[in-house]
């Protein structure tokens, strides 16, 4: 199914502006009908969602962008793309161990609070 801009923008609950600003980037690259308007996809939409997901993963604009280049040159770029997204897994891993020691400490002082609370009640 095609769409045009104003389809799309509702489709994928993004401005128009924000449509034309990842054009202007170089995220996005929709085909144009014979009168120059832009035509999406659904191989489109699947795309953005991916990029969605990148964003949600905190990879940076820049390395968006050069991703979606790479995409764009086509499956001669395999290689880059998943040492990109290697390199990311391994951030987020990064991050995950950084949360998961965190919970623990909040944890363990929680801990401490809940123990000195209590002993606080019995000594009244």
Do not use: A
């Not at 990148?54 to 040159?73: A, D």
């Amino acid at each position: 199914m095609n769409y045009h801009i104003g389809e799309f923008s509702k489709k994928m609950g993004l401005s128009i502006d924000t449509l034309r600003y990842y054009e202007k980037i170089g995220l996005i690259h929709p085909v144009r009908d014979k009168i120059n308007r832009r035509i999406y996809c659904e191989r489109d939409i699947s795309w953005l969602n991916f990029i969605f997901r990148l964003k949600e993963t905190n990879m940076p604009i820049k390395q968006i962008q050069h991703y979606s280049e790479l995409r764009y040159k086509g499956d001669s770029t395999l290689k880059e793309r998943l040492e990109l997204l290697e390199k990311q897994m391994n951030r987020l891993y990064e991050q995950k161990n950084n949360i998961e020691d965190n919970i623990l400490h909040m944890k363990q002082k929680i801990g401490i609070y809940k123990k000195k609370i209590k002993e606080q009640e019995v000594n009244k």
